[in-house]
């Protein structure tokens, strides 16, 4: 009797698995589509709840380091770093990465450092990882190209060169690296910063917690005297080696957007 087509033996199965696992496939994907874009539904609360004030970001963090005051504007801080030659990163790197995007925008996003191709081109998050970044902005309604500031956003990162391998930076390398962020805050003066990754969500809250257990997490980061709402996100390049974790990206995306709404 004819084997029907889909009736494989354990064999055949295991077979098939290490076949698709040698041509690259690291992803089950269903037969129907499913829209993972879409905000979950809300349940319908009380009416006292809907009545109450919405809960304060918390607690401050007053952000650790000192600022780069001599500098007045960005530019000036971009042509520092270009003859800036404490850092030894710079010695091994072909490009400076200093920022990129709308400077008024109401948005900050900080990543760790540049890798490869940010490292050819000069500019943060325009590999394989920014081009994931760009779309799950996108889906809020944000871009870096935008020009009004209610659409835009200002990407950089804690360091401006590339490690050698792309490795993590040491505590050193951000250290010297931290006056030129912290004034980069201080000129741009956003509205909201989005840490990418756990370099950035750690230098600028001063916890060691990891990134899984600091993401999502609202706190009111004081960068010399002004308190600004800091939300930890993954980084791009980590969903891209870690696909399912894309749904807990987007919830902290529609945490962003609700608060520039609410804001």
Aim: glycine fraction near 6%.
């Amino acid at each position: 009797m004819d084997r029907k087509q889909n009736d494989m033996t354990p064999h055949d199965a295991a077979e098939a698995l290490r076949w698709l696992s040698e041509m690259g496939a690291d992803e089950i994907i269903g037969e129907a589509p499913v829209n993972r874009l879409a905000a979950p539904a809300a349940k319908p609360a009380p009416a006292a709840a809907r009545a109450a004030p919405a809960p304060a970001a918390a607690p401050v963090v007053v952000v650790p380091g000192q600022s780069a005051v001599q500098f007045g504007s960005l530019q000036e801080i971009e042509a520092a770093l270009a003859s800036f030659d404490a850092c030894p990163l710079k010695k091994t790197a072909t490009s400076l990465c200093y920022a990129d995007g709308n400077p008024e925008a109401r948005v900050m996003l900080i990543g760790e450092a540049p890798g490869r191709d940010e490292d050819i081109q000069g500019k943060p998050f325009v590999g394989r990882s920014g081009q994931l970044l760009d779309r799950m902005l996108a889906a809020v309604g944000l871009s870096r190209t935008a020009q009004d500031r209610e659409s835009a956003v200002f990407i950089t990162n804690v360091i401006f060169w590339r490690p050698p391998g792309n490795r993590t930076p040491t505590d050193a390398e951000t250290q010297m690296c931290l006056p030129f962020l912290i004034r980069t805050i201080e000129l741009q003066k956003p509205d909201v910063i989005v840490c990418l990754g756990a370099t950035p969500a750690q230098r600028l809250t001063g916890r060691t917690d990891g990134i899984l257990k600091l993401r999502g997490k609202w706190v009111t980061a004081n960068v010399s005297g002004r308190n600004i709402p800091l939300l930890p996100t993954l980084h791009p390049a980590y969903l891209l080696r870690q696909p399912a974790q894309k749904r807990l990206a987007w919830r902290d995306m529609l945490s962003l957007r609700q608060m520039l709404d609410a804001h």
